[in-house]
Each structure stands twice: as C-alpha cells, then as structure tokens.
C-alpha cells in the first residue's frame, strides 16, 4: 500500500514539474507608435491601394481606391502631373510669413512648390505608402536640388512622409483660375533666387555684382532659415526673361532657382 501511495506521489510531482516547464515566456512591451494623423488630415487624406508601379489597384476585392477628391470649385484634369521627390519642412519655418504672405502654420495642409501658381491645389500621393492628401501650395520651395515640393508637417504624416523625411511622391496639381487683373503678366510673374550662403558678406557681394551685370532688375539681399539668399526680379518678369538670367549665374556653392511670384 505504501509503495502505491510513494508511486502516486511520484507521479503528481512529475507532472507539476512538466506543467512548470511550459510556463509562458514574457515579452518586453513596445509601446506603439504615435498617431500619424494630424489636424485636417480626415477631409483631405486617405490610402491610395494602387500598385506605385502598375497603376492597378492592390486590394483583393477589386475595388477602386478612394483618391481624395480636390474642393468643389476645383474642376477638370489636372494641369500638372510629375514624379519626383517630396520632404517636409516645420521649425524653423513656423511662424513666418511663407510666399502668399501669410503666416506658415504647419498644422495646415499646405506646401511649397517652386513654380506653381500660389493657391493651387495638389494631390500628393506617396508612391511608397501609397497614402494621399490634398494641399494648397502657399509657398516657395523647396530649395534643394532634386526635389519637387515640400510638404507642411500636417501633409507629411498624412502621406506617411513624416517619419521617411523624403519619399518618391506622385503630384496632381490643379491650377486657380487666372487673375482678373489687368497688370497679370500671361504665364505669371518669374524671379531667380541664389543661395544658401552661409556668410552674410558672400550674399552682399553678389548681390552688388547682379546690381551692376542688371541695372534694370531689382536685386535684393535677405535671410532665411538655411542661409542669406539673392533674389534678382527681372525687370520683365517673364519666364523666358528669368531663365535668360539663371543661366547667366555661375556661383561656386550656391544653386540658382527659377520661381514663380504669383
């Protein structure tokens, strides 16, 4: 009887053993990331499920993606379509005056192109997300070389380029309507801007040598976040008349740009 009982011991302790050996393994919590969704960002973003490739949509059902539409008074194709690299800017720039004259607010679905007319509307779709948004171009940029425009802090983490800091972006762009005003230029108003300069006094000299190589233009000198610029305002403000003065500069360092004022 006593060895019946020490063999049933036996076994009751082997199986609290083998039931203590499978005892579940914790995990180092990670905490998830922060949303990327920012103020605005439900009217004008939404996930494009087209393949950046084909063009044809990724999801099993077949359906066609829901692309955000631009504003109701926003008709027709769009006037621009390009491919090409798009970033975001925030501080420093926040709180200044961007290019339509207003205050840059990064919470605000905007952007910065180089030659497209301020107040345009733009679909900017991140073609490796494949996320999408509507901006309003208020402003001017972005100044470095190989890129196509630069998203508002709210844009950039409603097409997922916040974190990426530059992404290959498919943009849409539609176009206001023309001025009514009689001093409209066809084709808009064009300057050249030159930098960055990191020294003050390498901005003013070129500045003075533009002033005499242009006695018709205005030359002006100021500074920017990245650097002291030129900026040279033809004295016909025409596209053709921009690009004959871009090509004119040569400057070691510094880039020319052509940009549109209007």
């Known amino acids: 009887m006593r060895a019946r009982h020490a063999y049933a011991a036996l076994l009751t302790a082997l199986a609290l053993t083998a039931t203590g050996c499978h005892k579940k393994q914790t995990r180092a919590y ?7 969704a920012g103020p605005s960002a439900g009217t004008y973003a939404t996930r494009d499920t087209r393949s950046p490739v084909t063009g044809s949509s990724n999801s099993s059902a077949g359906t066609q993606p829901s692309l955000p539409a631009p504003p109701p008074d926003v008709r027709g194709k769009p006037s621009l379509v390009e491919t090409g690299l798009a970033s975001w ?78 992404a290959k972006v498919r943009v849409e762009a539609w176009a206001p309507a023309p001025s009514a ?19 003050e006094k390498d901005a003013i000299r070129l500045k003075n040598d533009l002033m005499r190589r242009y006695t018709t233009a205005k030359v002006i000198e100021f500074p920017g976040p990245t650097g002291h610029w030129v900026r040279i305002n033809p004295a016909r403000p025409d596209k053709a008349h921009a690009t004959e003065v871009a090509d004119s500069i040569h400057v070691s360092g510094a880039e020319p740009y052509l940009i549109r004022t209007d």
């Open 89 to 166: 800017y925030g501080p420093p720039y926040a709180g200044r005056k961007g290019a339509d004259g207003k205050v840059y607010n990064q919470n605000a679905m905007t952007a910065a192109h180089l030659t497209l007319p301020l107040g345009s509307m733009v679909r900017v779709t991140n073609l490796t997300t494949n996320q999408s948004a509507m901006v309003k171009i208020t402003d001017r940029g972005p100044f470095v070389r190989g890129r196509i425009i630069d998203l508002s802090l709210a844009a950039a983490k409603a097409t997922g380029l916040y974190r990426m800091g530059v």
């Open 181 to 199: 005003s009689p001093t409209a230029i066809p084709g808009g108003r064009w300057c050249v801007q030159v930098g960055a300069f990191q020294s």
């Open 30 to 36: 990670r905490p998830p990331p922060p949303p990327l």
